[in-house]
């Protein structure tokens, strides 16, 4: 952990990545993030409308980024990541089952090139604009939602003895 948390302080982007479980980050992530607790002081600080911790050791400015991804297809699956990260650049990938599939690709292609731009963009240390932090973020049409569930429950009907 050492190394780990001197080597996360010299980084320009952090990323961190999860699947999303029962509506939540897996547990590995949430140990990992609990390992970090020595590099805060204990004091209290204000920090714009929230209160913090201050850092105990000294960082460059960096970017953060959550990836997470979901089998549901909506939205509301990636609140508790969210909140967890929420200063992060927030890519999110609801019924990420559907990126398997090739249609479901073509469907994801706008997104799929809204992450290449934007991690270009990262390396690049250039800005990210609300336009492109939108379609980071996959949001279903109310159809789509629909047939994805009708498609997952054919496949769990087929798949699964009652």
Do not use: C
Not at 110 to 128: C, G, M, N, T
């Amino acid at each position: 952990m050492d190394w780990i948390i001197s080597e996360y302080g010299e980084a320009d982007i952090i990323t961190f990545a999860t699947p999303i479980y029962n509506g939540n980050i897996t547990h590995y992530l949430q140990k990992m993030t609990k390992r970090f607790l020595p590099t805060a002081l204990p004091w209290l600080v204000e920090d714009g409308e929230t209160t913090r911790h201050p850092s105990r050791y000294e960082r460059k400015p960096q970017k953060s980024i959550l990836i997470a991804t979901a089998g549901f297809p909506d939205h509301q699956a990636f609140n508790i990541a969210k909140a967890l990260f929420p200063l992060s650049l927030h890519i999110t990938l609801p019924a990420s089952q559907i990126i398997a599939d090739p249609d479901g690709v073509i469907y994801l292609q706008d997104f799929i090139d809204a992450v290449h731009k934007a991690a270009k963009l990262l390396v690049q240390r250039e800005a990210i604009n609300p336009s492109l932090v939108e379609k980071l973020n996959v949001q279903y049409s109310a159809e789509m939602k629909q047939m994805i569930r009708e498609q997952a429950n054919k496949y769990f009907e087929a798949n699964l003895e009652g």
